[in-house]
T-cell receptor
Framework: GDSVTQMEGPVTLSEEAFLTINCTYT??????LFWYVQYPGEGLQLLLK?????DKGSNKGFEATYRKETTSFHLEKGSVQVSDSAVYFC???????????FGQGTRLTINP | DGGITQSPKYLFRKEGQNVTLSCEQN?????MYWYRQDPGQGLRLIYY???????QKGDIAEGYSVSREKKESFPLTVTSAQKNPTAFYLC????????????FGQGTRLTVV
């Protein structure tokens, strides 16, 4: 079945550093791709999405580009803030099974 | 405000008791999902429903049961057959059978003692 692999965490950075969280996927067809963020003790919130190859999703300074040739959807931000500390999940929409498939999550901590 | 509501936020139960977690949405979404999250792990799908009166098992359905009698409600029962029920449970919904973005509730943290 379809699957998502994220870089292992935890990731610790200093404020204003550049962030990359890697995400690759395995899927049949052309899934939609998503990044979700989870703050402590809360549910997940959609951060950004892309529905077809070469689409770039962006929100709150975060960006990710749907790369079909490398089956990747890496999350980037040019200058992180302490408030970006959270767990980030990459996900894809499995068209065949009609469900979302999540990566294992990457815990990000930003130090002042 | 439209959204998805889980209750309660914290739940404590004695071992061997069944417990039901509530999930209600007023987004008019057809599809609803239950996920389990354990510390340091990702989300694992328990059950999902694409339409009223129909639901499918996810990856870890053993020891759980659900019902979908109304479009807006998708309660999850954690039965005594679930070996390790202590976890954070997340409910989600999406607009249709097509796989679009999901909206999540705030979660219920279940502790079994």
């Amino acid at each position: 079945g379809d699957s998502v692999t994220q870089m292992e965490g935890p990731v610790t950075l200093s404020e204003e550093a550049f962030l990359t969280i890697n995400c690759t996927y395995t899927a049949t067809g052309y899934p939609s791709l998503f990044w979700y963020v989870q703050y402590p003790g809360e549910g997940l919130q959609l951060l950004l999405k892309a529905t077809k190859a070469d689409d770039k999703g962006s929100n709150k300074g975060f960006e990710a580009t749907y790369r079909k040739e490398t089956t990747s959807f890496h999350l980037e931000k040019g200058s992180v803030q302490v408030s970006d500390s959270a767990v980030y999940f990459c996900a894809l929409g499995d068209q065949g099974a009609q469900k979302l498939v999540f990566g294992q999550g990457t815990r990000l901590t930003i130090n002042p | 405000d439209g959204g998805i509501t889980q209750s309660p936020k914290y739940l404590f139960r004695k071992e061997g008791q069944n417990v039901t977690l509530s999930c209600e949405q007023n987004l008019n979404h057809d599809a609803m999902y239950w996920y389990r999250q354990d510390p340091g792990q990702g989300l694992r799908l328990i059950y999902y429903s694409q339409i009223v009166n129909d639901f499918q098992k996810g990856d870890i359905a053993e020891g759980y049961s659900v019902s979908r009698e109304k479009k807006e409600s998708f309660p999850l029962t954690v039965t005594s057959a679930q070996k390790n029920p202590t976890a954070f449970y997340l409910c989600a919904s999406s607009i249709s059978q097509a796989v679009t973005e999901a909206f999540f509730g705030q979660g219920t943290r279940l502790t079994v003692v």
